[in-house]
T-cell receptor
């Protein structure tokens, strides 16, 4: 079974703090993704990565950065947390199989910025 | 037009009935289509993948794909209270590894 883990289930941070969210997958997947999910807005892609040290902006990259130093680990960084970044953050991974593109999600991190 | 659209509003079905969910997409080159189930407070879980026109059955779930009309549907037969969740439709876009997700349909199975 594919396993994607995220470093925290719940996190509370203060405005202006630097926040690190970590994601690890054990399936040797090349592709990894960070989404946020908000009521009424659905899943929105923040950043994704096709390979180690590669990153691509998604639909809402502002205020975020990412790091992928190892194939199995993809980190999301909030440089200076703001209250509008309070959300559920979901990490996913997939293989580059053209026919597949199946994405598998981690359990999510519910971040509250106060 | 949005990339992936799911008809809005919760769907209430009695236990044992069939729940039917529909999804339309805009990208004609899309080749991979998925249904995810998401329980409240949890992350999405992949339940069906379909790549060819026609029907694909897996247990009580059937996915139907019609590329000419650009829609994909999900049928849940013999609905159970444990099927109460939000179902997300996802489609790969632009021939790359990204998926576009619909906003989801909430299904409520009434015992």
């Amino acid at each position: 079974d594919v396993k994607v883990t995220q470093s925290s289930r719940y996190l509370v941070k203060r405005t202006g703090e630097k926040v690190f969210l970590e994601c690890v997958q054990d399936m040797d997947h090349e592709n990894m993704f960070w989404y946020r999910q908000d009521p009424g807005l659905g899943l929105r892609l923040i950043y994704f990565s096709y390979d180690v040290k590669m990153k691509e902006k998604g639909d809402i990259p502002e205020g975020y950065s990412v790091s992928r130093e190892k194939k199995e680990r993809f980190s999301l960084i909030l440089e200076s947390a703001s209250t509008n970044q309070t959300s559920m953050y979901l990490c996913a991974s997939s293989s580059p199989d053209r026919r597949s593109y199946e994405q598998y999600f981690g359990p999510g991190t519910r971040l509250t910025v106060t | 037009q949005k990339e992936v659209e799911q008809n809005s509003g919760p769907l209430s079905v009695p236990e044992g009935a069939i729940a039917s969910l529909n999804c339309t997409y805009s990208d004609r080159v899309s080749q991979s289509f998925f249904w995810y189930r998401q329980y409240s407070g949890k992350s999405p879980e992949l339940i069906m993948s379909i790549y060819s026109n026609g029907d694909k059955e897996d247990g009580r779930f059937t996915a139907q794909l019609n590329k000419a009309s650009q829609y994909v549907s999900l049928l849940i037969r013999d609905s159970q209270p444990s099927d109460s969740a939000t179902y997300l439709c996802a489609v790969n876009i632009q021939g790359n590894n990204r998926l576009a997700f619909g906003k989801g349909n909430q299904v409520v199975v009434i015992p």
